[in-house]
């Protein structure tokens, strides 16, 4: 009898270490965005993302991806929003020189202050309206209602 509840415990942490195994780790890749109830962008929000939180992916269908946070939450994110980590950086920092998500994101694709006040200065161009989009927040409820009106996804046109 023992033999046999040794086997079954066995197998059972067997079979639990594959499957953590087979889980696929995913990161933030974009300032921020929404965990979603259901795959699709107007659906209601279950939790906000920031730029390089981890998730787990548990599933993926027709381009979103359902995925588990560090806290436990599970949800829909776009696959456009995460990216599968490659390797993992760490480095010691001060209180003085602890940088933000924004910042971050920014670097990452090669852009940093000093390279935002150079194209100021060498361009003609206004950058009220990229500074004012940066700001505007679209509520999940104004965002169906465009689907809605448009026709759009399962309100009519294309999915």
């Given amino acids: 009898m023992t033999k046999k509840i040794l086997f079954i415990a066995?197998?059972?942490?067997?079979?639990?270490?594959?499957?953590?195994?087979?889980?696929t780790s995913l990161k933030v890749r974009v300032k921020s965005?929404?965990?979603?109830?259901?795959?699709?962008?107007?659906?209601?929000?279950?939790?906000?993302?920031?730029?390089g939180e981890s998730l787990e992916?548990?599933?993926e269908q027709d381009g979103w991806i359902h995925a588990q946070t560090s806290?436990?939450?599970?949800?829909?994110?776009h696959s456009s929003a995460v990216t599968t980590p490659k390797f993992t950086v760490t480095a010691q920092r001060t209180a003085q020189e602890e940088t933000s998500a924004?910042?971050?994101?920014?670097?990452?694709?090669?852009?940093n202050e000093q390279v935002e006040q150079?194209?100021?200065?060498?361009?003609?161009?206004?950058?009220?309206w990229v500074d004012r989009m940066?700001?505007?927040?679209?509520?999940?409820?104004?965002?169906?209602?465009?689907?809605?009106?448009?026709?759009?996804?399962?309100?009519?046109?294309?999915?």
Avoid at 102 to 111: I, P, Q, S, W, Y
Avoid at 137 to 148: G, L
């Fill in 102 to 111: 924004d910042e971050v994101a920014l670097a990452g694709k090669g852009f």
């Fill in 33 to 51: 965005t929404k965990l979603r109830r259901s795959p699709k962008f107007y659906a209601s929000s279950m939790a906000t993302l920031r730029f």
């Fill in 71 to 77: 806290a436990g939450t599970t949800g829909w994110i």
């Fill in 10 to 23: 066995l197998s059972a942490l067997l079979l639990s270490a594959g499957l953590l195994m087979a889980a």
């Fill in 57 to 59: 992916k548990l599933s």
């Fill in 134 to 159: 940066d700001q505007m927040v679209v509520t999940e409820a104004e965002m169906e209602r465009f689907f809605r009106e448009g026709k759009l996804g399962e309100y009519g046109g294309g999915r």
């Fill in 118 to 128: 150079e194209y100021r200065k060498s361009t003609e161009l206004d950058y009220t």
